[in-house]
């Protein structure tokens, strides 16, 4: 069994010291290893030479005394990954390891192909690169993964409940006499298992869901935050635009909903801003 594999920091002992401190594992953040070994290919020139432009590329001997090759990805160079990924990682002794863990390669490739598609034209990536990173908005679009998330821009209630793999976050709770209690721990579960495959990807904003959570309101009471209204109210004031049984839409809208796109858009800003 391969052992698994941590950065370290570097540990110099004093001139004298009695027993060696412990080796001390380093949280480097977010970054995946590929590790491949010497093979009999027509490729293998090619492929040293694109590993050796990574900056963290180191050449080992295995304990079958085997030459093996690693290159440590961070989340700012991991777009150079693929370069390097296309022409090894159908080999079938290439590994990847997710920080430290080995990775099987059809579980690695549901997350990366994903990635791929949303993240693949970028030469970089920034810390602050995530999905749902709102292009026009100062607050996120929303929060996990593309079509797998909870929404925080603006959706019309009346058309919520067409959002399959998504979910508004004002959906998350119930109203207790005549205030909403917002479920926080709903939407936590809620992305977890949704995502459970997609929690490795660089883009996953693991701190953003955090943080905006934090900033969303616990309960919402319409009578002082008046940018909202019970589903029966609102129900009422947008009768002209209703295309279903009243009775129908009782059952499948929040039972908080925003007045307006531009009072929610007005009450989002001041707590997400």
């Not at 370290?8 to 412990?22: D, L």
């Not at 309101?217 to 009243?246: C, M, V």
Request: proline share 5%; aromatic share 16%; hydrophobic share 35%.
């Amino acid at each position: 069994m391969r052992k698994k594999f941590e950065i370290t920091s570097e540990v110099k002992p004093p001139a004298e010291r009695a027993e060696p401190e412990p080796l001390q594992w380093v949280d480097r953040g977010w970054y995946v290893v590929l590790e491949f070994e010497l093979a009999n290919s027509a490729r293998m020139d090619q492929v040293l030479e694109k590993a050796k432009t990574n900056p963290h590329f180191v050449e080992l001997i295995d304990e079958r005394g085997v030459t093996m090759y690693r290159t440590i990805y961070f989340k700012n160079d991991f777009p150079r990954f693929a370069d390097l990924y296309e022409l090894v990682g159908s080999w079938k002794n290439s590994r990847l390891f997710y920080r430290g863990d080995e990775v099987r390669k059809e579980h690695f490739d549901l997350w990366y192909q994903s990635y791929k598609i949303y993240w693949g034209h970028r030469k970089t990536l920034n810390s602050g690169d995530y999905c749902g990173l709102g292009k026009m908005s100062p607050y996120p679009d929303f929060l996990g993964c593309y079509e797998r998330c909870v929404e925080l821009r603006w959706r019309d209630p009346l058309f919520t409940h067409y959002q399959l793999n998504s979910r508004v976050w004002y959906s998350f709770g119930k109203k207790t006499k005549e205030v909403f209690t917002v479920d926080k721990p709903a939407m936590i579960s809620y992305l977890s298992g949704l995502n459970e495959d997609y929690h490795a990807c660089p883009c996953y904003g693991h701190t953003v869901i955090e943080h905006v959570l934090n900033q969303l309101p616990n309960e919402i009471n319409p009578l002082i935050h008046k940018e909202w209204q019970f589903k029966g109210e609102y129900l009422k004031h947008t009768a002209d635009r209703s295309y279903f049984n009243f009775d129908i839409a009782m059952t499948t809208l929040p039972d908080i909903c925003p007045v307006s796109e531009k009072a929610y858009h007005k009450f989002m800003q001041k707590i997400l801003q």
